[in-house]
């Protein structure tokens, strides 16, 4: 197995994703590869995946390998530390097998995955998560008593300029399947025009759907400079403290943001105001809500999230999966019984109109003369 190209160098895959050109090399530092980060290296349609950590560690079933290998985009995996100093950004790398070279040098050496043992794998993984689920559960108990003030009224909400009362709201994290999910449920955004809220790169989904967003919330890490310039209202979440990171970005781009101290993560801010600002209806795209979620986003536990949802649960809808579940295919059966309605109705009008009807009977007079009928 051989390849030749560029390689592009990040060990935050969600910032590779950004500067990676199709045919590239794409290599990473993501231990336990999750899925969000395997659509978006397939969907840059890189040549290979160089990860210097190991991608299925174990830890949780983690579909973001298979994902890859799926699509046809092979892994050379587990290459180790020290590869990082010896590639960077933009070096010409070529891989002879399972080594790798820059030049005439060899700068590391991994093991390529594939489907069959990947897939093994995570069977095997899935029946020992009893131990790492219990240690979730303990996580997320003692997460709650942390962040308890999320959902018993004691949090200083931002003003904001967007209207949400009385209205319906789409929120949109960049999370699983949130592609299909928010495809799925574009003619209810047409129809109803709810408040769109994107949580960091959900605003970013959004505009590639062609909308923009009213609202963007989160750390400001994920999201692009394109998209924090639409002209969405844009609100920083801060720590409990009030330190707020994020804002040096906002500041570095001369633009405008409120500020959110919470604790938990910034999609269960991002619903807990809308609703504390009175909407009638949330509809979620691409939330996490159960532990593989929260393991593959590197969080011990979802208190924040359990809390959150126990508070808004009332006007909360989740899309998540709706893409899976309904899916708008026109069967084969469907569209002949389409055409043949359609032929019925133009012979039914062809026959009534007078001169068709006197032309076919010349036509089969003529007929019955030839062959002498």
């Known amino acids: 197995m051989e390849f030749k190209a560029k390689a592009r160098v990040d060990s935050r895959t969600k910032n590779l994703v950004k500067r990676i050109k199709p045919g590239e090399i794409a290599v990473i530092d993501h231990?336990?590869?999750?899925?969000?980060?395997?659509?978006?290296?397939?969907?840059?349609?890189?040549?290979?995946?160089?990860?210097?950590?190991?991608s299925i560690t174990?830890?949780?079933?983690?579909?973001?390998?298979?994902?890859?290998?799926g699509e046809g985009i092979n892994i050379l995996d587990n290459v180790g530390p020290g590869f990082l100093e010896k590639v960077h950004e933009g070096d010409f790398l070529e891989v002879k097998g399972n080594k790798i070279y820059k030049g005439q040098e060899l700068v590391g050496e991994g093991k390529y995955l594939d489907l069959k043992s990947v897939n093994r794998r995570l069977k095997e993984i899935r029946r020992n998560l009893g131990s790492e689920l219990d240690k979730f559960l303990h996580n997320t108990l003692e997460y709650a008593?942390?962040?308890?003030?999320?959902?018993?009224?004691?949090?200083?909400?931002?003003?904001?300029?967007?209207?949400?009362?009385?209205?319906?709201?789409?929120?949109?994290?960049?999370?699983?399947?949130?592609?299909?999910?928010?495809?799925?449920?574009?003619?209810?955004?047409?129809?109803?025009?709810?408040?769109?809220?994107?949580?960091?790169?959900?605003?970013?989904?959004?505009?590639?759907?062609?909308?923009r967003p009213d609202l963007i919330i989160g750390d400001?890490?994920?999201?692009?400079?394109?998209?924090?310039?639409?002209?969405?209202?844009?609100?920083?979440?801060?720590?409990?403290?009030?330190r707020a990171p994020g804002l040096e970005r906002i500041n570095q781009l001369n633009l405008k943001a409120?500020?959110?101290?919470?604790?938990?993560?910034?999609?269960?801010?991002?619903?807990?105001?809308?609703?504390?600002?009175?909407?009638?209806?949330?509809?979620?795209?691409?939330?996490?809500?159960?532990?593989?979620d929260f393991l593959e986003k590197g969080r011990n536990g979802?208190?924040?999230?359990?809390?959150?949802?126990?508070?808004?649960?009332?006007?909360?809808?989740?899309?998540?999966?709706?893409?899976?579940?309904y899916q708008r295919r026109i069967k084969l059966r469907y569209l002949i019984q389409i055409a043949m309605a359609g032929i019925l109705?133009?012979?039914?009008?062809?026959?009534?109109?007078?001169?068709?009807?006197?032309?076919?009977?010349?036509?089969?007079?003529?007929?019955?003369?030839?062959l002498g009928l």
């Open 31 to 54: 231990a336990d590869l999750d899925q969000v980060a395997a659509d978006s290296l397939a969907k840059a349609k890189v040549k290979l995946v160089i990860n210097v950590s190991p």
């Open 258 to 292: 409120g500020i959110f101290p919470a604790p938990g993560t910034s999609e269960d801010i991002a619903l807990l105001l809308a609703y504390e600002k009175g909407a009638d209806l949330i509809v979620a795209v691409g939330t996490h809500s159960n532990m593989i």
């Open 302 to 325: 979802m208190g924040s999230t359990f809390l959150v949802r126990l508070k808004v649960g009332s006007i909360l809808v989740d899309a998540r999966g709706v893409s899976r579940i």
């Open 145 to 211: 008593m942390k962040e308890k003030e999320l959902i018993l009224g004691s949090l200083d909400l931002p003003p904001v300029r967007t209207k949400f009362e009385g209205r319906p709201v789409v929120i949109v994290v960049r999370g699983l399947n949130y592609r299909e999910d928010l495809s799925t449920i574009k003619p209810y955004i047409d129809d109803v025009h709810p408040v769109l809220v994107g949580v960091d790169g959900g605003a970013d989904a959004l505009l590639e759907f062609g909308y």
């Open 345 to 370: 109705a133009i012979g039914v009008v062809f026959y009534q109109t007078r001169w068709p009807r006197d032309f076919i009977r010349a036509f089969w007079l003529q007929i019955k003369i030839l």
């Open 58 to 69: 174990g830890k949780y079933p983690n579909p973001g390998p298979s994902r890859l290998l």
């Open 220 to 242: 400001m890490d994920s999201v692009s400079d394109q998209t924090l310039r639409c002209g969405a209202e844009l609100i920083v979440h801060a720590y409990p403290d009030g």
